[in-house]
């Protein structure tokens, strides 16, 4: 595996995108962000340590590639929030946005229960693969369309430990 963002370039791009998220907001307003499981959860883990304290947080669960480098396109609810979002200024967090199905799935179903405002951080974007125009507010790093796996992504559940992101070799 080649490694195609290393660690380091990770968590200073995580600390800026901190900031940026925090200034577009007014500074006594609560931020809600909703992880993304499984893939989602180390990229939460770094940008709520980016963040300050009036950040709270959930996450939501859902499948769409079954065990493959290719996404079936369907979109299944596997565990859904435990807070209410109503009223609140909600960011979706993701590890990537590949076809753009996934979230757009999870933004239809998320600004159904009325969020003050509701935006998306991705930490990675393959534009070249997008299936809908789907809208992204942040995104950490653009890449080319390859399978990447570390850094909470996976292939069949295995590199999600990595702290880089590499690149699989077929
Ligand atoms: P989308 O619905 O096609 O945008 O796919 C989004 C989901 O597919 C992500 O949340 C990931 O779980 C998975 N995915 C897409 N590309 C990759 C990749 O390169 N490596 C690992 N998982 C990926
Ligand atoms: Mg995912």
């Given at each position: 595996?080649?490694?195609?963002?290393?660690?380091?370039?990770?968590?200073?791009?995580?600390?800026?995108?901190?900031?940026e998220i925090e200034a577009d907001y007014p500074a006594a307003e609560e931020i809600h962000l909703v992880?993304?499981?499984k893939g989602g959860f180390?990229?939460?883990?770094?940008l709520i340590?980016?963040?300050?304290?009036?950040?709270t947080l959930d996450?939501?669960?859902v499948s769409s590639y079954q065990q493959s480098t290719r996404s079936s396109g369907e979109v299944r609810l596997l565990k859904d929030v435990e807070t209410r979002l109503e009223?609140?200024?909600v960011i979706i967090v993701e590890d990537i946005v590949d076809t753009g199905l996934t979230l757009t799935y999870l933004q239809d179903i998320l600004r159904a229960r009325s969020p003050?405002?509701?935006?998306?951080?991705?930490?990675?974007?393959?534009?070249?693969?997008?299936?809908?125009?789907?809208?992204v507010?942040?995104?950490?790093?653009?890449?080319?369309?390859?399978?990447?796996?570390?850094?909470?992504?996976?292939?069949?559940e295995k590199y999600r430990n990595l702290p880089h992101i590499a690149v699989v070799e077929a």
């Open positions: 595996m080649t490694v195609l963002l290393s660690a380091e370039e990770i968590q200073a791009r995580i600390l800026s995108l901190g900031k992880g993304v499981l180390v990229f939460m883990a770094d340590r980016a963040m300050s304290t009036r950040v996450f939501i669960a009223g609140r200024h003050r405002s509701l935006r998306t951080a991705c930490l990675l974007s393959k534009p070249s693969r997008r299936v809908v125009d789907v809208k507010e942040y995104v950490g790093f653009t890449i080319e369309d390859r399978f990447v796996v570390g850094y909470g992504l996976d292939y069949a």
